[in-house]
């Protein structure tokens, strides 16, 4: 017998269809009546302090309704923490870099609102500013913020063990630095906002969002209303990749224009706005120093890494953490160290990306090949030799409840033939390993659990109510499987409202991997509830105990006499008649040590559970050119369980995209002096789909304990390991470790150049 | 404020017939999202990069924020909203839902009349000719595999 009808199977997902026929709705198709266009005039200068704006030549431009200055935002100030306040949605006194919203303006149609911004007088005085780590570092650089001292923004320091004498106790040491410059999201759908008061001051707000929740809060506090008047409405999100899930000023702006002008105001980003605008990824040096014994087994590691964090804090303790924890879980280790650094400069805000860390896991996985090298060892053993088990506990102190990292490498190394191809390829060929892992979900400090109603109606059907947000991934078709499933309904009894303030009750947001673990979990509660209610129903009825009950096919059943029967219709109206609350509720929050804290105590459980993953890829490398052919890639991970595995399979595709053939092939920001030189997809270059190699999926279940259904999450651990896997393969090919990211065919040509003048036999 | 003289012109959108008057630097792509609210075409980039505002005239994919509205007078333009009939999905839309090849969707319109006019014009390509007709439609989510598998179901079918 088939244990469920729709979890883990292929689905098509509930929300493809609206989108393959273009009614799907995404921020920027709104239209409302009387609805005015919204302009954001922003800094061009990297740091100045602003001495004057005078907005009155704008306001009496025919066809303006409607100006805004700090001077409406009052100089409030928003941060991810308590301690990281310091972003004014419109500055008052700074501009800390090229892009940063200075004014706005709401008119009638855009030509009208761009000729205003252009009539807006600002007065600044232009500071020094600094746009490297370097520079930022250097003794007497200009300062971006007094609170941070020497442009130091965050400092996470991380002791365990004894690294010095894990050093004195290794085989071979060996220490490396690893770079990469700033990479972009690059979201298909460019920022959008858009928001209207009514006249009993309840403002309605859509964009692009991880969580309407976190949007939510900051907008209460800025606007000085209450959270229930703040409906953050749910929209077609078109791709969000660890952003959207700050507030962003655009937000702010638009409720101030909307207020002001008691019109709806609709904002949409330019592709270079949501470029320099939104969030960029942090560009990083990491000097990772590695002890091993004869085995290659890593005996003690210290890592120092720098990343370059832009104008502001945005996410940056979570930041400058991450791209360590991710490989402390990968990997064991006992004795470690390290010291990440989140440096400010006059460039845009950087926040937490998909791939966040490419220099950091790149450095980490390339030095074990190099090491592995001069043991005599494989990269593909050196893994297997250092991958973290089921049951251990990281250097952090988080217990890992179930991990498959070991199989995920045995089996991606069986099918990509690693044994038949590593050092038996023909020259300029190359195949190379990479491995991580990552959190489901860490709500330390700054949010909580998730949880979800379900409503009955007179038919059997069911409504799910949930915060829980779908950016393109698929959450909402996953909320349906598992009511469906729990409850033995079909998809289509299963309507969804999500992510919509007014109704929906709190949930972390999508991002940090923890919507199919916390989410899922509320809503498969919220579907327990309900049958547990309609079971005692039915229970009564046939005069059995609900334990003996199953519901299938929209009917409750007695499990071993099906012919006892009753349809959900008929259970919830009998609920009716005999006034009983059949509605659900689910709630779940993840059991997480909540004494941890990013900076000040960074030890504790920091997430219920893991995924772990591996990719590997083979390339041809043309020694005339330098480009770089992908063969083919291999992705393997640890989900848990797969709920879907049509759709993980989509994600580990689109990650070996994002993580691997643009984040260490093509993708990378040319700066002038704080100034984005290629902010659009003509200097930006994102994999195309002729780029794109043959890629094999291999989904490996390891059922975690508390995971829904065994689930963890889909796909984050492959992105966050294809970078690796390319810089390992091209590496190989050419026979140079390649230490600076992305690897571009001039760094190739470099590197083949140098090794023939230093090994001019081959 | 814009001195330019609004103008009169007639677009056949999906075999509707629409007047609209509009300044002649409007591009296709605003008077078809501003003007007749047909927003399931989208815009990305602006400049003719990604695809996404992908419409097909006399059944040729073009960018319709690189062509100007008065321009494309005279000819049958279609957009994602053109290609199901009611309540019945057109068979590459169909095959894009079955195959996965949409996740946030942003960019799915343009690949789906992408993809239509290239089984037109080629009914059975090839994964080759398939990856290149479509390297003009850019996709952040999906690389592309699910895809590139739709179009080939449909090649497969003879369709």
Not at chain 1, 108 to 135: K, R
Not at chain 1, 681 to 709: C, R, S
């Amino acid at each position: 017998m088939e244990k469920f009808s729709y979890i883990g199977k292929d689905m098509k997902r509930i929300d493809a269809a609206y989108k393959a026929t273009g009614e799907a709705l995404f921020s920027a198709d709104l239209n409302l009546p009387r609805m005015l266009v919204g302009k954001v005039l922003r800094s061009p200068h990297a740091h100045a302090r602003i001495v004057a704006i005078d907005t009155v030549k704008a306001e009496k431009l025919p066809g303006v309704k409607a100006v805004v200055t700090a001077k409406d935002t009052c100089g409030d100030k928003w941060g991810v923490f308590k301690y990281t306040q310091d972003q004014q949605f419109l500055p008052t006194e700074k501009v800390r870099y090229v892009g940063e919203e200075v004014a706005a303006v709401a008119a009638v149609d855009e030509d009208t609102a761009l000729e205003a911004l252009s009539l807006i007088d600002v007065t600044y005085e232009v500071l020094p500013a600094v746009f490297t780590i370097e520079e930022a570092l250097a003794p007497g650089a200009p300062q971006l913020h007094e609170v941070y001292p020497n442009n130091t923004n965050i400092h996470v320091f991380i002791d365990v063990g004894d690294v010095e004498k894990g050093f004195a106790h290794s085989y071979l040491v060996k220490e490396d630095n690893f770079t990469a410059p700033e990479d972009s999201y690059f979201q298909g759908e460019p920022y959008a906002v858009a928001a209207q008061f009514d006249h009993a001051g309840n403002l309605e707000i859509w964009m692009p969002n991880a969580g309407p929740h976190l949007k939510a809060k900051p907008l209460s506090n800025v606007l000085k209303i209450p959270l229930n008047k703040v409906r953050v409405r749910k929209i077609t999100i078109g791709g969000a990749f660890g952003g959207r899930s700050e507030i962003s000023p655009a937000d702010v702006i638009c409720a101030f224009l909307a207020k002001k002008a008691q019109r709806p105001v609709k904002i949409v980003y330019t592709r270079e706005e949501n470029t320099v605008c939104t969030r960029q990824a942090h560009s990083m040096i990491a000097k990772i120093k590695t002890g091993v014994d004869k085995e290659g087994r890593v005996v003690a590691r210290d890592i120092t890494c720098h990343m370059d964090g832009g104008a502001y804090s945005s996410t940056g303790p979570i930041a400058t953490s991450v791209p360590f924890l991710c490989m402390e879980q990968a990997y064991r280790m006992e004795n470690v160290r390290y010291n990440g650094y989140r440096i400010l400069t006059n460039k845009p805000i950087r926040g937490m990306f998909r791939t966040h860390g490419r220099a950091f896991a790149c450095g980490v996985d390339i030095q074990l090949d190099m090491i592995g090298e001069a043991l005599g060892i494989d990269p593909l053993t050196m893994r297997l030799r250092n991958a973290r088990q089921t049951g251990d506990t990281t250097p952090t102190k988080s217990y890992v409840p179930s991990c498959g990292l070991t199989e995920t490498i045995e089996k991606t190394g069986k099918m990509s033939r690693w044994k038949e191809k590593f050092r038996k390829l023909p020259p300029y060929y190359g195949i190379g390993i990479g491995c991580n892992s990552v959190q489901t979900g860490f709500p330390m400090g700054i949010r909580g659990g998730s949880q979800a109603f379900i409503k009955l109606n007179e038919d059997g059907g069911v409504t799910v109510i949930t915060g829980i947000v779908d950016n393109g991934q698929g959450n909402d078709h996953m909320i349906v499987q598992i009511v469906a499933e729990e409850l033995g309904l079909t998809p289509d009894d299963v309507q969804l409202i999500t992510a919509d303030t007014e109704v929906t009750p709190s949930d972390p947001g999508s991002y940090s991997m923890c919507e199919t673990f916390i989410g899922g979990n509320a809503v498969r509660l919220a579907a327990q509830d309900v049958k547990k209610k309609l079971f005692r129903i039915v229970a009564d009825e046939f005069g059995v105990s609900a334990e003996q009950l199953s519901a299938k096919n929209r009917k409750i059943f007695v499990t071993n006499d099906p012919q006892q029967e009753m349809s959900i219709a008929k259970a919830v109206r009998m609920a009716l008649t005999r006034n009983e609350s059949i509605s659900g509720e689910g709630s779940y929050w993840p059991k997480v040590d909540w004494r941890r804290e990013w900076v000040k105590n960074p030890y504790g459980q920091l997430s219920e559970t893991f995924s772990f993953g591996t990719v590997i890829c083979e390339v041809k490398v043309d020694p005339e050119t330098g480009q770089v052919e992908v063969l083919e890639v291999t992705a393997s991970q640890d989900v848990g369980y797969a709920l879907n595995p049509k759709v993980i399979e989509g994600q580990f595709e689109g990650g070996v995209a994002m993580g691997g053939q643009g984040g260490m092939l093509t993708e990378y920001l040319q700066w002038h002096e704080g100034r984005v030189l290629t902010p659009t997809q003509l200097g930006y270059l994102i994999p195309l789909a002729i780029d794109m190699p043959k890629i094999n999926n291999i989904i490996v279940e390891t059922i975690d304990p508390k995971g829904p259904y065994g689930a963890k999450e889909a796909g984050m651990s492959v992105a966050m390991s294809a970078a690796q896997a390319y810089c390992g393969a091209i590496s190989n090919a050419v026979g140079v470790y390649f230490h600076e990211y992305p690897i571009t065919p001039d760094k190739i040509l470099k590197a083949i150049e140098e090794k023939k003048k230093r090994d001019p036999k081959r | 404020m814009n001195e330019m003289k609004k103008t009169a012109i007639t677009l056949n959108v999906n075999n509707e017939i629409f007047d609209i008057v509009t300044f002649p630097n409007q591009t296709l792509l605003e008077v078809l999202r501003d003007h007749l609210h047909l927003t399931g075409t989208k815009e990305s980039c602006g400049e003719g990069a990604c695809g996404s505002c992908t419409v097909l005239l006399n059944g040729v994919p073009v960018r319709s924020c690189l062509t100007l509205a008065i321009a494309a007078q005279g000819k049958e333009i279609t957009t994602i909203e053109g290609l199901s009939k009611g309540e019945k999905l057109h068979p590459v839309q169909e095959a894009f839902v079955n195959h996965h090849a949409i996740q946030c969707g942003f960019c799915s319109p343009g690949m789906i009349l992408t993809a239509y006019a290239l089984l037109k014009e080629n009914p059975n390509p090839t994964e080759a000719e398939i990856r290149r007709a479509i390297s003009g439609n850019v996709c952040r989510c999906t690389g592309y595999a699910k895809i590139v598998e739709a179009i080939k179901s449909l090649a497969e079918e003879g369709r």
